[in-house]
């Protein structure tokens, strides 16, 4: 930028010369520099571990920027001079009022709430730079990819807006080939957690909101035509019975490109089959199998097969299992038989403190306690988890309930909080649809009955149905009515779900010690699930089962409630509130909660409350009468 310009703005900016001739100027001055292409958001790459990557986890600086004054000036205006073109003098008496190189640095994937201690509580924008190396390629994209930023995240390469994403809990990937340059590059990251009515979560949670850029970033170079997503999904409706087994299997290209082949080899089982894209860009197809060869996923078998995809000269790599779920009835049938989801609901945080989890250690630490209780089954709440936890929960033969966020009182009637919604869905979905284990896609929590968020609710049941025909639908519903200890269920969304789940807290939030009582109607033939029940105890405080806290009131609890769902006609299964201990800003009890929700059966350092073992022995029950 010419020195005379600069000195001229600063002088503007300085003496406050009024504010319309300083936008005049900006314009000018955006008209004059030379324009480069804005980088594209595209839609979600699927399966990025297939493709050669670059990380960008590791030292980030970061300036925390409570006024947003790197985004605003002091009109609220978007100011074309912010933090992210990363400026620095370039003369003695320049004024550039930030410095990325001179600020703190900070471990990313992470929170920052437990990276900076001045940072616990807070809730604003932050703002992140990391430097790269990178040589802009002729015949290949590059695409940034986050796993994650909680909420509202910008970003920029190189001082050129690459794009914006909102939503905490999914992934996105822009297209930054046009903006790199040979050598030293600079991204930089404004992300913001604040919460607004209209956001999804919306203003009120019972979790943590953990800011910053919470999961791993990396640089994903394609090639310019390349396989945008593809499914390979085993047809329901074929039983053993049957010679042979269908494999639907479709795939979609970056563009609408025909003639391109597109083939698919699962080596072990001996399938290959070659397609060629439509107009669309499009390939779809079946795979046949001998019955036979074919060894179905399954909690105790969760075997997944090498599958080959290569495009034109490019060949990715994924490992999908082949399994159907499907319901008849109250029954829940995996491969074509019923099976009962012995499970634990698990918020995505690690143990000790220590944030927001990423990685498959942690993913393998919580998923162990929960199989140690005798799971086959977790409730990943209340939003997508990462990669990292569905894979290795697949692995490990653990059955998923995913969700997104659409938790208590939603804005029902904003489209942009619909949009938000549906997109939350859409890449939720986008991203885990090859998993074998996931089995239940839910979109909401404990929402108010209200014909607005019927509709809303109804729109994204449909929508969820229309992205995947394979899963169940389903969502945590409320007992509707418990007078004289009769708990009925009454829930207009009971038509768009196949699974029936809902919440309940006899024993803590109401009739403590009743649970012997209770009677349960739920006029629905569906298979029901008991998505949360539960108690608080803080581990390691001992006393009578009636008082609360004590571990022996959470263990009475348990047994209460076990012996009273059991008794529940169509109960297919059951995630308890919840495996761990987690941060809770709602949970304030001094000496108690200490800003944790402590309805864990182990503590947030891995401490099992006796409550465990009594979920361990009733799973154990349910496992020996299958066999
Ligand atoms: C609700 C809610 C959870 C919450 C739990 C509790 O049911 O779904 O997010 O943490 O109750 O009150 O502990």
Request: hydrophobic share 35%; glycine share 6%.
């Given at each position: 930028m010419c020195t005379f310009v600069a000195v001229f703005l600063q002088k503007a900016k300085k003496t406050k010369m009024k504010h319309t001739l300083f936008s005049i100027i900006m314009l000018t001055v955006s008209v004059l520099l030379?324009?480069?292409?804005?980088?594209?958001?595209?839609p979600l790459l699927q399966n990025v571990n297939a493709y050669e990557q670059t990380s960008l986890n590791g030292e980030w600086n970061y300036i925390v920027d409570v006024q947003e004054e790197g985004y605003y000036d002091y009109r609220m205006n978007p100011t074309p001079w912010g933090f992210f073109l990363n400026a620095k003098p370039q003369r003695p008496e320049d004024l550039i009022e930030y410095d990325f190189d001179k600020a703190p640095v900070m471990q990313?994937?992470?929170d920052w709430n437990t990276q900076d201690e001045r940072l616990f509580f807070y809730e604003g924008t932050v703002w992140f730079k990391r430097s790269f190396q990178a040589v802009p390629m002729q015949d290949y994209r590059t695409l940034l990819y986050?796993?994650?930023?909680?909420?509202?995240?910008?970003?920029?390469?190189?001082?050129?807006?690459a794009g914006r994403h909102v939503g905490g809990f999914t992934p996105f990937n822009f297209d930054i080939s046009d903006l790199l340059v040979e050598g030293e590059n600079v991204v930089i990251v404004k992300v913001d957690n604040?919460?607004?009515?209209?956001?999804?979560?919306t203003q009120i949670f019972d979790w943590w909101n953990y800011g910053g850029i919470t999961r791993d970033v990396m640089l994903v170079k394609t090639t310019k035509v390349y396989l945008e997503d593809y499914s390979a999904a085993l047809r329901r409706g074929e039983g053993r019975k049957d010679g042979k087994r269908t494999i639907d299997f479709s795939a979609r290209l970056n563009t609408p490109e025909a003639g391109h082949k597109v083939t698919v080899r699962i080596p072990e089982l001996k399938l290959e089959s070659t397609f060629t894209t439509d107009s669309e860009g499009k390939v779809g197809g079946t795979l046949k199998v001998s019955a036979k060869k074919l060894t179905l996923w399954s909690p105790e078998n969760p075997k997944r097969y090498q599958v080959l995809l290569s495009l034109d000269t490019a060949t990715y790599s994924d490992s999908i299992g082949f399994r159907t779920i499907e319901t008849r009835g109250k029954q829940i049938l995996l491969n074509g038989e019923p099976v009962f989801l012995r499970g634990i609901s698990i918020h995505e945080e690690k143990p000790n403190g220590g944030g927001r989890a990423n990685s498959t250690d942690d993913a393998r630490t919580l998923l162990t306690w929960a199989k140690e209780l005798g799971c086959n089954y977790v409730r990943l709440a209340h939003y997508p988890h990462n990669e990292y936890m569905v894979r290795e929960a697949e692995r490990m033969g653990i059955m998923v309930w995913s969700e997104i966020p659409v938790y208590w009182t939603i804005d029902w009637t904003n489209d942009d909080t619909y949009a938000n919604a549906r997109q939350q869905l859409h890449d939720m979905i986008a991203r885990d649809h090859n998993r074998a284990n996931i089995i239940i896609w839910s979109i909401a929590n404990e929402t108010p009955h209200s014909a607005e968020r019927d509709s809303f609710l109804g729109r994204l049941a449909r929508y969820a149905r229309s992205q995947d025909s394979t899963r169940l639908i389903s969502m945590a519903m409320e007992v509707t009515s418990a007078a004289n200890y009769v708990n009925r269920l009454q829930d207009n969304m009971h038509e768009l779900v196949d699974v029936v789940s809902f919440n309940q807290y006899v024993g803590w939030y109401r009739d403590v010690n009743d649970a012997p009582k209770m009677r349960w109607e739920i006029p629905y033939d569906k298979p029901v699930i008991i998505s949360e029940f539960g108690g608080g105890a803080k581990y390691g405080y001992?006393?009578?089962k009636n008082q609360r806290w004590t571990e022996e009131f959470q263990e009475n609890l348990y047994r209460e409630n076990?012996?009273?769902?059991?008794?529940?006609e169509g109960l297919?299964?059951?995630?308890?509130?919840?495996?761990?201990?987690?941060?809770s800003p709602r949970r304030v009890l001094n000496g108690v909660q200490d800003y944790y929700n402590r309805k864990g059966v182990v503590s947030d350092r891995g401490e099992k409350k006796k409550a465990f073992y009594v979920l361990k022995e009733w799973y154990q029950t349910?496992?020996?009468k299958k066999k």
């Amino acid at each position: 930028m010419c020195t005379f310009v600069a000195v001229f703005l600063q002088k503007a900016k300085k003496t406050k010369m009024k504010h319309t001739l300083f936008s005049i100027i900006m314009l000018t001055v955006s008209v004059l520099l030379p324009a480069t292409a804005a980088a594209e958001v595209l839609p979600l790459l699927q399966n990025v571990n297939a493709y050669e990557q670059t990380s960008l986890n590791g030292e980030w600086n970061y300036i925390v920027d409570v006024q947003e004054e790197g985004y605003y000036d002091y009109r609220m205006n978007p100011t074309p001079w912010g933090f992210f073109l990363n400026a620095k003098p370039q003369r003695p008496e320049d004024l550039i009022e930030y410095d990325f190189d001179k600020a703190p640095v900070m471990q990313i994937p992470s929170d920052w709430n437990t990276q900076d201690e001045r940072l616990f509580f807070y809730e604003g924008t932050v703002w992140f730079k990391r430097s790269f190396q990178a040589v802009p390629m002729q015949d290949y994209r590059t695409l940034l990819y986050f796993g994650a930023v909680n909420y509202d995240c910008r970003v920029w390469v190189n001082g050129k807006e690459a794009g914006r994403h909102v939503g905490g809990f999914t992934p996105f990937n822009f297209d930054i080939s046009d903006l790199l340059v040979e050598g030293e590059n600079v991204v930089i990251v404004k992300v913001d957690n604040k919460r607004h009515k209209g956001d999804v979560p919306t203003q009120i949670f019972d979790w943590w909101n953990y800011g910053g850029i919470t999961r791993d970033v990396m640089l994903v170079k394609t090639t310019k035509v390349y396989l945008e997503d593809y499914s390979a999904a085993l047809r329901r409706g074929e039983g053993r019975k049957d010679g042979k087994r269908t494999i639907d299997f479709s795939a979609r290209l970056n563009t609408p490109e025909a003639g391109h082949k597109v083939t698919v080899r699962i080596p072990e089982l001996k399938l290959e089959s070659t397609f060629t894209t439509d107009s669309e860009g499009k390939v779809g197809g079946t795979l046949k199998v001998s019955a036979k060869k074919l060894t179905l996923w399954s909690p105790e078998n969760p075997k997944r097969y090498q599958v080959l995809l290569s495009l034109d000269t490019a060949t990715y790599s994924d490992s999908i299992g082949f399994r159907t779920i499907e319901t008849r009835g109250k029954q829940i049938l995996l491969n074509g038989e019923p099976v009962f989801l012995r499970g634990i609901s698990i918020h995505e945080e690690k143990p000790n403190g220590g944030g927001r989890a990423n990685s498959t250690d942690d993913a393998r630490t919580l998923l162990t306690w929960a199989k140690e209780l005798g799971c086959n089954y977790v409730r990943l709440a209340h939003y997508p988890h990462n990669e990292y936890m569905v894979r290795e929960a697949e692995r490990m033969g653990i059955m998923v309930w995913s969700e997104i966020p659409v938790y208590w009182t939603i804005d029902w009637t904003n489209d942009d909080t619909y949009a938000n919604a549906r997109q939350q869905l859409h890449d939720m979905i986008a991203r885990d649809h090859n998993r074998a284990n996931i089995i239940i896609w839910s979109i909401a929590n404990e929402t108010p009955h209200s014909a607005e968020r019927d509709s809303f609710l109804g729109r994204l049941a449909r929508y969820a149905r229309s992205q995947d025909s394979t899963r169940l639908i389903s969502m945590a519903m409320e007992v509707t009515s418990a007078a004289n200890y009769v708990n009925r269920l009454q829930d207009n969304m009971h038509e768009l779900v196949d699974v029936v789940s809902f919440n309940q807290y006899v024993g803590w939030y109401r009739d403590v010690n009743d649970a012997p009582k209770m009677r349960w109607e739920i006029p629905y033939d569906k298979p029901v699930i008991i998505s949360e029940f539960g108690g608080g105890a803080k581990y390691g405080y001992h006393g009578a089962k009636n008082q609360r806290w004590t571990e022996e009131f959470q263990e009475n609890l348990y047994r209460e409630n076990l012996a009273m769902i059991d008794k529940i006609e169509g109960l297919a299964g059951t995630s308890p509130w919840i495996l761990k201990d987690f941060r809770s800003p709602r949970r304030v009890l001094n000496g108690v909660q200490d800003y944790y929700n402590r309805k864990g059966v182990v503590s947030d350092r891995g401490e099992k409350k006796k409550a465990f073992y009594v979920l361990k022995e009733w799973y154990q029950t349910k496992e020996n009468k299958k066999k």
